[in-house]
């Protein structure tokens, strides 16, 4: 059974910092891509990071110079760390990893920027 485990969201002020993780497990296919999506309320899930099995990332421009995603491929962990958060930034954030045969998501880590 696939399994994504994340861990690592919360409240924090803006302008703190962040890092929440994803761990894959039950996975048998090679994973090429790694991802975070996020859903504030009212709002579609939309595209946060993701880096390719080669390690190239690529970012929302909400997002860049302030979230930097990384991966252990050996581990199947995921890290986004997400620093200068604002209020706006306020989700839930979704771990996504497409394999060679399909997408899987996580069940979803909460975070939310307030003072």
């Known amino acids: 059974q696939v399994q994504l485990a994340e861990s690592g969201g919360g409240l924090v002020q803006p302008g703190g910092s962040l890092r929440p993780s994803c761990a894959a497990s039950?996975?048998?296919?090679?994973?090429?891509?790694w991802g975070w999506y996020r859903q504030a309320p009212g709002k579609q899930r939309e595209l946060v990071a993701e880096?390719?099995?080669?390690?190239?990332?690529d970012y929302a421009d909400f997002v860049k110079g302030r979230f930097s995603i990384s991966k252990d491929s050996n581990r199947n962990i995921v890290t986004l760390q997400m620093d200068s958060l604002k209020p706006e930034d306020t989700a839930v954030y979704y771990c996504?990893?497409?394999?060679?045969?399909?997408?899987?998501w996580g069940q979803g880590t909460q975070v939310t920027i307030s003072s």
């Open positions: 039950g996975l048998y296919a090679r994973i090429d891509i």
């Open positions: 880096v390719t099995s080669r390690n190239s990332p």
């Open positions: 996504y990893v497409k394999t060679t045969i399909r997408g899987y």
